[in-house]
């Protein structure tokens, strides 16, 4: 038994939806001021430790 998939939808879906992650990520990029294409460039983020417990004055 076969099972028919009608593929011309799911590749619309599959590639609209790519198209959105893709759009998104240079858009943040721009608006950042950073180059969404730049060779070897790294994200950083303070660790959570740092920002929760220095941001609210909390004593350990």
């Keep these: 038994m076969q099972i028919l998939v009608p593929w011309k939808p799911v590749v ?5 939806l790519s198209g959105m992650i ?8 721009v608006l ?3 180059d969404p294409f730049a060779p070897g460039a790294t994200i ?3 660790s959570a ?3 929760y417990c220095c ?5 350990t």
């Excluded at 893709?22 to 990029?29: E, H, L, N, P, T």
């Excluded at 941001?55 to 004593?59: H, K, L, M």
């Design 32 to 34: 950042e001021g950073k």
């Design 49 to 51: 430790h740092e920002c």
């Design 22 to 29: 893709f759009f998104g990520f240079v858009a943040s990029s």
């Design 44 to 46: 950083t983020q303070p």
């Design 12 to 16: 619309l879906v599959w590639a609209l």
């Design 55 to 59: 941001a609210s004055g909390a004593t």
